[in-house]
T-cell receptor, first 113, second 114 residues
Framework: DQQVKQNSPSLSVQEGRISILNCDYT??????FLWYKKYPAEGPTFLIS?????DKNEDGRFTVFLNKSAKHLSLHIVPSQPGDSAVYFC????????????FGTGTRLTVIP | NAGVTQTPKFQVLKTGQSMTLQCAQD?????MYWYRQDPGMGLRLIYY???????DKGEVPNGYNVSRLNKREFSLRLESAAPSQTSVYFC?????????????FGPGTRLLVL
């Protein structure tokens, strides 16, 4: 049973516009959330994270929002650039218990020049 | 500082053959992981090692074995490869902060089992 879900397999956005990638989770024990970016033939690279004590974390063009009551997080990229075209994975973990991550199935972002 | 390295990058096996995927990290991380990535499935955890000398099963351990040789190295072995094990395999190691754990990934090993 998928505990972390990314319901949009793909997203296309014009260069300069905002990209919004969404992620939902089911396990209320999750308290740390991450976004990874993956280019073809490379491993995922860490992008940004947020702990459950916050509802927003910003790093340059990337902002992650967390809505704990809805068990939903989103990644905003603004402005979007062609180099942002990649697959984005959402991941979640719980500080207690086994220290591993649960990943969503990914969203392929295409930024159109 | 190479981060997480994996060998080989690509391998073709026949059904029933065995092989070992190698992974090493130079970041002095305690925890290491093996994942497989299949189309439409995201990354699924095969095995992990929370510290040197310990290993635990993840979500999809069947058909695999692991060895945490030392703090740096964590290998994944397929004793008798099956076509269902055709996948891309990623090794990762973990940095722990006060907020949580961030995993850093290797470049992957693409395995094709015929």
């Amino acid at each position: 049973d998928q505990q972390v879900k990314q319901n949009s397999p793909s997203l296309s956005v014009q260069e300069g516009r905002i990209s919004i990638l969404n992620c939902d989770y089911t396990n209320s024990m999750f308290d740390y959330f991450l976004w990874y970016k993956k280019y073809p033939a490379e491993g995922p690279t860490f992008l940004i994270s947020i702990s459950s004590i916050k509802d927003k974390n910003e790093d340059g063009r990337f902002t992650v929002f967390l809505n704990k009551s809805a068990k939903h997080l989103s990644l905003h990229i603004v402005p979007s650039q062609p180099g942002d075209s990649a697959v984005y994975f959402c991941a979640a973990s719980a500080m207690t218990g086994a220290n591993n991550l649960f990943f969503g199935t990914g969203t392929r972002l295409t930024v159109i020049p | 500082n190479a981060g997480v390295t994996q060998t080989p990058k690509f391998q073709v096996l026949k059904t029933g053959q065995s092989m070992t995927l190698q992974c090493a990290q130079d970041m002095n991380h305690n925890s290491m992981y093996w994942y497989r990535q299949d189309p439409g499935m995201g990354l699924r955890l095969i095995y992990y090692s929370a510290s040197e000398g310990t290993t635990d099963k993840g979500e999809v351990p069947n058909g695999y074995n692991v060895s945490r040789l030392n703090k740096r190295e964590f290998s994944l072995r397929l004793e008798s490869a099956a076509p269902s094990q055709t996948s891309v395999y990623f090794c990762a190691s973990t940095f722990t902060s006060g907020s949580g754990e961030t995993q850093y990934f290797g470049p992957g090993t693409r395995l094709l089992v015929l």
